[in-house]
């Protein structure tokens, strides 16, 4: 019960740090490949500092786990490409949304690693989840150019993506730690994308975009992949995707407020659908700890 109600809270505050990346991939002047490469480096920078500090042990158990946790690094890395593309191709909202099919994925893949039927009401649940999503990009179905499509493609891929690698650490890396789950992975990304940087547009940055891509890496990846790796050791896998449809929201309001990017009547509607199922997620699962 305790560890219940603590992974609800740790999830909360992660999903909230991982809906600044919206602001991040508009305001920082880099291709998606190039910010996730020095977003890594920054995270993997922040945990060691942090691991120093702390005395803490990174260590995994043998050479077969760490090949494991490196491919998933991977995977995270061309989510985190595929996720930024996908709203730099269009907007925050699109890149948002689209990437927030993934609970649905989530729900449908689950039973293969848990051995667990699909449940009803999992279904429903996400079929709720797809309604709402589906209501808040309506505006921009209707006028879908190849932009649109283009942001919408890459963040679907991205949730595919997404699940996949939060089910493998979920059901094959329970008992590594949190924060050296993400520093492994962040560093298999720095080298993975390392030969693909624009070195040039780098040279270009000043001030503010440093300070800009060390607040993406050590707060918005370093911190919130950690408590999200935390709250997946206490939460079913699909909770966690249902309650995390919270994100979009968040960083729709936060382009509203800062990117004048208004949010349409659809995008209300439709995030008061998502907010009932996240909602319903959160009391259903406290309620079966509790039982």
């Known amino acids: 019960m305790t560890d219940s109600k603590h992974g609800l809270s740790v ?17 920082i002047p880099l291709d998606a490949v190039t910010v996730t490469q020095l977003r890594s480096v920054m995270a993997a920078m922040a945990l060691l500092i942090f691991a120093y500090a702390g005395k803490r042990a990174f260590r995994l158990n043998g050479f077969k786990e ?28 699109i890149g948002m949304l689209s990437l927030f099919t993934y609970p649905v994925i989530t729900v449908m893949l ?22 709402g999503i589906l209501i808040m990009i309506g505006d921009d179905l209707n006028q879908f150019d190849s932009t649109a499509m283009q942001g919408v493609f890459w963040g679907v891929i991205s949730a595919f993506l997404f699940s996949i690698r939060n089910l493998l650490q979920k059901y094959n890396h329970s008992t590594v730690s949190s924060d050296g789950l993400i520093l492994h992975q962040v560093i298999a990304i720095s080298f993975m994308l390392l030969l693909f940087v624009d070195v040039d547009a780098v040279a270009s940055l000043d001030f503010k975009d440093w300070l800009l891509l060390v607040a993406l890496g050590s707060i918005s990846t370093a911190a919130a992949h950690s408590l999200l790796s935390f709250s997946l050791k206490h939460l079913a896998a699909k909770s966690i995707a249902m309650i995390s449809c919270l994100q979009p929201l968040a960083a729709a309001f936060l382009a509203w407020i800062i990117l004048d990017e208004e949010p349409t009547l659809g995008i ?18 406290v309620s079966k700890r509790r039982s």
């Open 110 to 131: 689950e039973p293969v690693f848990s051995k667990n039927k699909i449940q009803i009401s999992d279904v429903v649940a996400a079929f709720m989840v797809f309604l």
């Open 11 to 27: 999830l909360y505050v992660a999903v909230f740090l991982l809906s600044l990346n919206g602001l991040f991939s508009k305001v």
């Open 66 to 93: 760490y090949v494991n946790v490196y491919l998933i690094g991977v995977i995270l890395g061309l989510h985190w490409v595929c996720f930024y593309h996908s709203m730099q191709v269009s907007t925050v909202a």
């Open 268 to 285: 209300i509607i439709g995030g008061l659908v998502i907010i009932s199922v996240a909602f319903y997620e959160s009391v259903h699962h």
